[in-house]
């Protein structure tokens, strides 16, 4: 089963706190559909009656706002390709070799599709991008976002009502870029928002099929933690911190037993740290671990 449609499918979230007012929501919608971004869900935005809470007289909001954003398929495929260089697994011509990773070529689209994985539902449809890549593209598109350059283009009609009621809302947002700092410097929408505390999430959503498959291969003792697959969900840092500390539990196991044999050599024969004849083998033995130890990490990590 592969992962629904981007379209469909809330990628990132996004909550203000109580301090944005019903008018700067506003002026942040506009500015993220203009940037691309699609709400396909949303919480505390509409009325009891379907209407959007936002569109009123400027009143406080009753509850939280959060929203659910997406993209589309080509936008994605854009800044994978020309933004973010998503490097991805890729066909060579001859079909024989391995995959290589290369960065993602819209001209070269066919050898990145369709390449069986070991978790076809980690992937879309095509098996192109995982749930981790298609957050990282969408946060890239909201964080080069900028803020609103004038009231009209905040507004986007010259109806007078709705004009009204977004202007103010645009001001205060223009004036946050002349504090702290920010005058002279052309800062991103979610920049601003986050530097003032309008907003307090912005994170990717979870796919609970993923999520919980990941953490019990993860609790399982007798297996390598499925680097892969945490690469291809949470990122390749999340992954790198895991292999590390996975390389670094096996490593510690040799010094570990030195140094156990060391301590009950000295407990047996009554002798200190100072005075034993053990310790500058066990120091030197510890040495020439450590530089091996680090050398394999480093064969380990260009793989």
Avoid at 162 to 167: A, G, I
Avoid at 203 to 211: R, Y
């Amino acid at each position: 089963m592969a992962l629904p449609p981007i379209e469909k499918t809330p990628v990132m979230l996004l909550r203000f706190t109580p301090k944005a007012s019903p008018n700067l929501i506003a002026t942040v919608i506009e500015s993220l559909t203009g940037g691309g971004i699609i709400i396909v869900e949303s919480e505390g935005l509409y009325d009891e009656n379907g209407k959007i809470i936002i569109a009123g007289n400027g009143s406080a909001r009753k509850s939280d706002v959060v929203l659910g954003l997406t993209t589309t398929q080509k936008l994605l495929e854009h800044e994978a390709e020309n933004i973010v260089k998503l490097v991805k697994p890729c066909r060579t011509s001859q079909r024989h070799m391995p995959l290589v990773m290369e960065p993602f070529s819209s001209l070269a689209r066919e050898d990145f599709i369709n390449i069986e994985h070991e978790h076809d539902g980690d992937y879309d449809e095509d098996g192109l991008f995982t749930s981790g890549d298609r957050a990282l593209l969408v946060e890239s598109m909201m964080a080069a976002i900028p803020a609103p350059t004038s009231s009209r283009e905040v507004a986007g009609q010259d109806d007078e009502k709705h004009s009204s009621l977004v202007k103010e809302a645009y001001r205060k947002l223009r004036s946050l870029e002349s504090e702290d700092g920010y005058e002279g410097h052309t800062s991103t929408l979610i920049e601003i928002l986050r530097q003032k505390e309008y907003i307090d999430a912005v994170a990717p959503i979870h796919v609970s099929h993923i999520k919980k498959r990941i953490s019990k291969e993860i609790y399982s003792i007798l297996k390598a933690p499925p680097l892969e697959v945490i690469r291809d969900y949470y990122g390749e840092g999340v992954a790198f911190y895991f292999a590390w500390m996975y390389h670094m539990i096996c490593w510690y196991v040799l010094p570990g037993l030195f140094g156990l044999v060391a301590y009950i050599v000295r407990r047996y024969r009554g002798d200190t740290v100072d005075n034993c004849e053990f310790t500058p083998f066990v120091g030197l033995i510890t040495f020439c671990w450590a530089v091996v130890c680090n050398r394999c990490w480093e064969r380990r990590e260009s793989e």
